[in-house]
């Protein structure tokens, strides 16, 4: 595993062969066939260990009594650090496991639709609007960000890691308070009459 890490996030996946990732390892053919099944069975155990790491450090900054808004950027803090605290694992998650084969396309998927439900966790405290799906809302949510981060990472945008955050927020905000403010106004013209 540490040896795929090393060599994904430093050759590519692309340009990664087993038998690479047995001389880095220092390990005989028969130790690989006795773990994986093949190199995307490899990417696929990293994608879902980067993100087992990811969700719980996110779920556990969401679980806090802290204001709704803290949470929501403590968890997008946690998402956005996790390329900067380790950017092997970065570059394997935002863009060597794009490349990879079914398996980690399946892991890469199920990670995603587990922080979609730890956004939505969020969205549902502050949503009450029946018009406003909020499964549909954090799969965007996640994806807007998702796409910010690799942004970012290639080079594309020049922020700094609070500037990231704070724009991944100011996406949370605009949902919940445009939800807040959509609610507010259609109770009023319910008790007005109009």
């Not at 980690?104 to 549902?124: D, F, N, P, Y």
């Not at 996640?142 to 981060?149: P, R, W």
């Not at 609070?162 to 259609?186: M, N, P, R, Y």
Request: with cysteine; glycine share 8%.
């Amino acid at each position: 595993m540490d040896s795929g890490l090393e060599l994904f996030s430093s050759h590519g996946y692309a340009h990664t062969s087993i038998s690479a990732v047995l001389r880095h390892a220092g390990l005989k053919d028969r130790y690989f066939a006795e773990s994986f099944a093949s190199l995307d069975d490899l990417m696929a155990a990293l994608i879902r260990d980067i993100y087992e790491e990811q969700i719980t450090r996110c779920a556990e900054v969401i679980s806090t009594g802290e204001p709704l808004r803290d949470r929501a950027r403590n968890m997008i803090d946690v998402v956005v650090g996790l390329p900067m605290e380790d950017p092997r694992k970065g570059r394997v998650k935002l863009a060597e496991s794009l490349g990879a084969g079914p398996l980690t396309a399946h892991e890469r998927r199920l990670g995603m639709r587990r922080m979609s439900g730890l956004v939505e966790s969020l969205l549902r405290e502050r949503v009450d609007d029946p018009r406003i799906d909020t499964a549909t809302m954090s799969v965007a949510l996640v994806g807007a960000i998702s796409e910010m981060l690799l942004s970012w990472f290639n080079g594309v945008l020049h922020v700094s890691r609070t500037e990231l955050v704070d724009q991944g927020l100011l996406l949370f905000e605009a949902l919940t308070e445009h939800v807040s403010a959509a609610s507010t106004s259609a109770s009023f013209r319910l008790r007005h009459g109009s």
